[in-house]
């Protein structure tokens, strides 16, 4: 895309320094272009929501929502290599059966603020509790997807009070998750070369590369092939180009096993699983952390990602378990 076009005429051509000065115009449009393209403002689609800040604890958090303030609410927290774009097609199906949805960029992504520091589970818990409150809510629904699962645990342990109910997709309570690792390692060896890679510096200009592959590994095939698919990786490569985007991409993939307080979660809490021994593992741990209902549900395909491949069918099911969530206690 040209903003503007450059020509060099027979009298230009003449003028000492034009070629130089031309040069020089066509480096700074170009400066001006790539700072464009790495401005937050590249994900700031248009939808069925509109697009909103809040402040909270020094730091504003960027949100896309839709539906009634005065309806229940639903907080959609993405994953490490996301942002609130993954849940586009989830937010409205939701608003439409009857609930304030918020999907949520974190600390360091998309269009929220990114402060140097602050990136562990204790802030980002922390965040999201302050989050609620700030949308003028009691409580929330949290739906988190890997790290996003991270925070959503963690803050159902840490802030009980504000977590009516919890959706976990690709991750368990950082405690668990290292617990689960230390056991059964052979099971875990994925999440164990993808920590390590996290702690290698030179990981950094892997992110892009990093970021497709989830989708690729956690997708079915015929998505692959659909424009969704184009659209999804376009996305997080543009979300990823952002300025100071690496370190908090970086620091937020430890989330998984971050540290925070071991305390149980009282919500109820439905884990989306695949059908894997890997995950049937998982399960069984994260069933201990609960201490009210947990109930585990095997996603249909056996991807993780069902946002992404079928939003509407995993709107239903979010739908289905507020219902039960929000129910007068």
Same mark, same amino acid.
């Given at each position: 895309?040209?903003f ?10 003449l003028?000492?320094g034009?070629? *130089? ?6 480096r700074g449009?170009?400066s001006?272009?790539?700072? +464009? &393209?790495?401005s937050p403002g590249i +994900? ?6 509109t697009?909103?800040h809040?402040s909270?604890?020094g730091i ?5 929502? #839709?539906g ?15 942002g609130?774009?993954?849940?586009r097609?989830?937010?409205?199906p939701l608003?439409? *059966?009857?609930?304030?949805? =918020?999907a949520?960029d974190l ?5 929220s603020?990114?402060? !140097?520091t ?5 802030h980002?818990a922390?965040? +999201? ?6 949308l003028g809510h009691d409580?929330a ?6 790290t996003? *699962?991270?925070i959503a ?6 802030y ?9 997709l690709? #991750? ?6 290292? @617990?689960?690792i ?7 060896l ?9 702690l ?8 892009? @590369?990093? #970021?497709r592959r &989830?989708?690729?590994?956690?997708t079915?095939?015929?998505?692959? @092939? ?9 996305? @997080?490569?543009? =979300? ?6 690496t ?9 998984l096993?971050?540290?925070? !307080? ?10 989306l699983?695949?059908?894997t021994r890997?995950?049937?593992?998982l399960?069984?741990i994260a ?9 585990? +549900?095997?996603?249909p395909?056996?991807?993780e990602?069902?946002?992404l491949e079928? !939003?509407?069918?995993?709107?239903k ?5 507020a219902r039960?969530?929000?129910?007068p206690?």
């Open positions: 895309m040209a503007f076009s450059f020509s060099t005429s027979p009298l230009t051509r003028i000492t034009s070629r *130089a000065k031309t040069a020089s115009s066509k449009l170009a001006t272009i790539a700072s +464009i &393209e790495r +994900i700031a689609l248009d939808g069925p929501f697009h909103d809040v909270v604890r504003r958090l960027h949100l896309a929502e #839709a009634s303030p005065t309806d229940p609410l639903i907080l959609l927290i993405h994953g490490a290599f996301g609130w774009y993954d849940y097609d989830v937010i409205d608003a439409q *059966a009857g609930y304030h949805v =918020a949520i600390r360091g992504y998309g269009m603020d990114k402060p !140097p602050g990136y562990d589970l204790r980002a922390g965040e +999201i509790n302050s989050v609620i409150a700030a409580d629904l949290l739906v988190g997807s890997d996003g *699962a991270s645990w963690a803050t159902a342990s840490m009980p009070q504000r977590t009516r109910g919890l959706v976990s690709g #991750a368990i309570h950082p405690a668990d998750m290292r @617990r689960a230390r056991r059964k390692p052979y099971l875990h994925t999440d164990i070369s993808r920590l390590t890679s996290f290698h510096p030179l990981f950094q200009i892997k992110v892009t @590369r990093a #970021a &989830e989708i690729v590994s956690n079915s095939p015929s998505y692959q @092939r659909s424009n969704a698919f184009i659209e999804t990786v376009l996305l @997080r490569k543009k =979300a990823l180009s952002i300025d100071r985007t370190t908090p991409i970086i620091r937020t993939n430890r989330y096993v971050g540290s925070v !307080p071991n305390k149980t979660v009282s919500a109820p809490v439905w884990l699983k695949t059908n890997r995950w049937e593992h399960a069984n069933r201990s952390r609960a201490t009210g209902a947990f109930t585990a +549900i095997a996603i395909g056996g991807f990602l069902p946002y079928h !939003p509407g069918e995993f709107a099911t979010i739908a289905e378990f039960s969530a929000f129910k206690q």
